[in-house]
């Protein structure tokens, strides 16, 4: 059973940074991209970020580029979005997903994995 682990998250002042950690398991995720998607209150859930398995490729909203960098450790099966320069626009729950499609990772995932998300509050 795939499962994936939210940690991380916080309130934080604006200009602050947080780190979220995401752990996986249940399988093995060579074959799958990872990332980063928000869900604000009355707001669609967007994509935020996300990372092929070697980390050679990379994508960001453009709302948090210059701000956010995603990471991954496959020893460690684990996924990372370092943000900066927060907003309280940032505000949101973020989910980490899995997806073996690319299209997928970047937009909707819809199909494969979720965490259960992590509630990140900048206030101004």
């Known amino acids: 059973q795939v499962q994936l682990v939210e940690s991380g998250g916080g309130l934080v002042q604006a200009g602050g940074s947080l780190r979220l950690s995401c752990a996986a398991s249940?399988?093995?995720?060579?074959?799958?991209?990872m990332g980063w998607f928000r869900q604000a209150p009355g707001k669609e859930r967007e994509s935020v970020a996300a990372?092929?398995?070697?980390?050679?490729?990379?994508y960001y909203a453009d709302s948090v580029k210059g701000r956010f960098t995603i990471s991954r450790d496959n020893a460690k099966n684990t996924v990372y979005l370092q943000m900066n320069s927060l907003k309280p626009e940032d505000t949101a729950v973020y989910y980490c997903?899995?997806?073996?499609?690319?299209?997928?990772?970047?937009?909707?995932?819809?199909?494969?994995?979720w965490g259960q998300g992590t509630q990140v509050t900048v206030s101004s």
């Open positions: 249940g399988r093995s995720f060579s074959s799958y991209f």
């Open positions: 990372i092929s398995w070697g980390g050679g490729n990379t």
């Open positions: 997903a899995v997806n073996t499609l690319w299209s997928r990772i970047t937009t909707t995932n819809d199909g494969d994995y």
